[in-house]
Every structure is written in structure tokens, then in C-alpha cells.
Nanobody, 119 residues
Framework: QVHVEESGGGLVQAGGSLRLSCADS????????MAWFRQAPGKEREFVAA????????YYADSVKGRFTISRDNAGNTVHLQMNSLKPEDTAVYYC????????????WGQGTQVTVSS
């Protein structure tokens, strides 16, 4: 059974960095591609980054390309999102999920983790 838990969010000044983590106590991550999504107040949830099950392929939204890096540790059933050069427009609740071959989410959303970037 999938149980997703995101962590690592916080308040940071523009230009700063944060590292988000996503864990699955059900130990199912290693068989699936994984992705991070985010939802800002008043906006729809949007795709941020994805990584294949083997970590051989990654894919990023244009808005974060070159600033964010997704990685995974299948032995530890965790996925990470290193966020550098943060901007106020990165402020959102960040979620991770298992995704299909088109990076569509399966919907195993956790509570998310809040990222707030001050200007």
C-alpha cells in the first residue's frame, strides 16, 4: 500500500535553497517513475519534475529547469528535490506522487510541504 509523506519545506529568502524529501512507508517507490508537483494559492496543481524508476531519465518544467534537481534512492524509498536559486513565484505547497509513462499522477497525494520564498 502506498503512503506518501513529503517533508523539507520552509521559509527562505529569494536566491536561497531547500531540499525536499518524499518517503513511502509502503515501499513501492522503486517500481515507479516519481514526480514532484506544486500548487500555489488560487492556482491549479502543476508539474515540477519527474524521474524514471531507474533514475536514468529526468524531466523538468521550463520554469524550474537549471535550478531544481530531482533524485531518488530506491533502497531508501525516497525521492528528493533540490531547489536552488529560489524565486518568490516558487512559493507553493509541494507534493510528490507516483506517475505513469506520460508523467500523469496516480493520485497518492500526501499532505504536501509548504515552501515560501520571500522577496
Amino acid at each position: 500500500q502506498v503512503h506518501v509523506e513529503e517533508s523539507g519545506g520552509g521559509l527562505v529568502q529569494a536566491g536561497g535553497s531547500l531540499r525536499l524529501s518524499c518517503a513511502d512507508s509502503g515501499r513501492t517507490f522503486s517500481s515507479y517513475a516519481m514526480a514532484w508537483f506544486r500548487q500555489a494559492p488560487g492556482k491549479e496543481r502543476e508539474f515540477v519534475a519527474a524521474i524514471s524508476w531507474s533514475a536514468s531519465n529526468t524531466y523538468y518544467a521550463d520554469s524550474v529547469k537549471g535550478r531544481f534537481t530531482i533524485s531518488r534512492d530506491n533502497a531508501g524509498n525516497t525521492v528528493h528535490l533540490q531547489m536552488n536559486s529560489l524565486k518568490p513565484e516558487d512559493t507553493a505547497v509541494y507534493y510528490c506522487d507516483l506517475v505513469d509513462s506520460d508523467y500523469g499522477p496516480f493520485g497518492y497525494w500526501g499532505q504536501g510541504t509548504q515552501v515560501t520564498v520571500s522577496s
